[in-house]
């Protein structure tokens, strides 16, 4: 039995007690989604109020659909399928598959998969990515059985903080500010700058175009980007740091809230101006952020990078982060 364009998997043929349903979007859905993808993930746990901000900031066009699968009276898979604002494609889609660590290798995964990809047929989609990590040795073999290719890989790195030294980097922020290079806060731009947004965004499209992704980058609007900005409830102005040449914007770096866990911080776009690259700006934005850890008690520092970008990659390795398991990117071409 198959689809036009996606054999079923026969491995393993999923409890007959199965049922798998439409997300709700109720408060009780949100928290069986959130709970599967937290126990898959323990190490990159969501709220409520995180997925809730992201359907809010959705742009329309964005095309997403979610699942739920039962056994028993409880929810034990979630999936969806959806699209990419920054590389928007009308036929080109996502998916992804969570199940409960306890009953994985049942079939439920596979029945799951099947319906999403049942459901995208509607769609005409030309091709369906996925993502995974590395060491998840059975995510991989699904992926790959399923005809996915891999096409790119980020490092995910981490520092920790009592291990970490910037002794060696003393004064590095004042070299900078003695060539006219100084860093300044987002909550200092906010009040100094009126025209601070507009030059956030404006940064922002011109370092997001370098950053290597596996498909073409598509505009995200200024609308779209203060929304997920400053409307986040994870933005940290004083862990928002912009480097400045005279009224220029000419670098930044963000570090963003963990809801769950207030031990940790995540490290957002890291990029400086090409122009103004290979004078040691962006690894004065990474100290400032540093700092701003210490200062906040903060244990570890989470950061992802593709893996040939060397540039950004080497200022992590002075600095102490330490390479996780890589994550990896899949693509499946259709028709």
């Known amino acids: ?17 199965l049922t ?3 997300f709700k979007a109720s408060d009780a859905d949100y928290a069986d989604a959130v709970r599967v993808g937290n126990a898959v993930f323990p190490e990159y746990i969501d709220t ?5 901000f992201e359907d809010a900031n959705r742009a329309a066009y964005i095309q997403r659909r979610r699942w739920l699968a039962d056994l028993g009276g409880a929810t ?4 969806n399928y959806s699209q990419f604002e920054s590389m928007y494609h009308p036929r080109k889609f996502s998916i992804f598959v969570a199940v409960l660590p306890t009953h994985q290798g049942q079939g439920i995964g596979s029945a799951l998969y099947n319906e999403i990809v049942s459901a995208l047929g509607r769609l005409e989609p030309i091709s369906l990515r996925a993502r995974t990590r590395a060491d998840m040795s059975g995510s991989m073999r699904f992926l790959q059985s399923r005809g996915y290719q891999e096409d790119m890989r980020e490092w995910e790195s981490r520092l920790d903080m009592d291990a970490c030294d910037v002794a060696p980097y003393a004064g590095h922020e004042a070299t ?5 290079i100084r860093i300044a806060t987002m909550t200092d731009l906010l009040e100094r700058d009126p025209d601070c947004r507009e030059k956030l965004w404006a940064l922002d499209v011109e370092l997001t175009n370098d950053v290597p992704q596996p498909e073409p980058h598509t505009l995200i609007t200024r609308e779209a980007f203060e929304s997920w900005v400053f409307g986040n409830p994870n933005f940290l102005p004083d862990g928002y740091f912009v480097a400045l040449d005279g009224l220029d914007y000419v670098g930044s770096s963000a570090l963003w809230n963990s809801q769950a866990d207030p031990t940790e911080l995540y490290t957002g776009l890291t990029g400086v101006r090409r122009i103004y690259r290979r004078r040691g700006i962006a690894l004065a934005l ?19 990078n593709e893996q040939h970008n060397r540039g950004m990659l080497s200022i992590n390795e002075a600095l102490g982060f330490v390479k996780q398991p890589a994550w990896v990117n899949f693509v499946k071409k259709l028709g």
């Open 286 to 304: 990474k100290l400032r952020g540093i700092a701003y850890a210490r200062q906040r008690g903060v244990k570890v520092i989470k950061t992802w």
């Open 176 to 180: 900078l500010r003695a060539e006219g």
């Open 1 to 17: 039995m198959s689809t036009a364009y996606e054999q079923i998997s026969r491995e393993h043929l999923a409890p007959t007690s």
């Open 76 to 79: 034990v898979a979630y999936g």
């Open 48 to 52: 409520v109020d995180d997925w809730r």
């Open 20 to 22: 798998i349903r439409p």
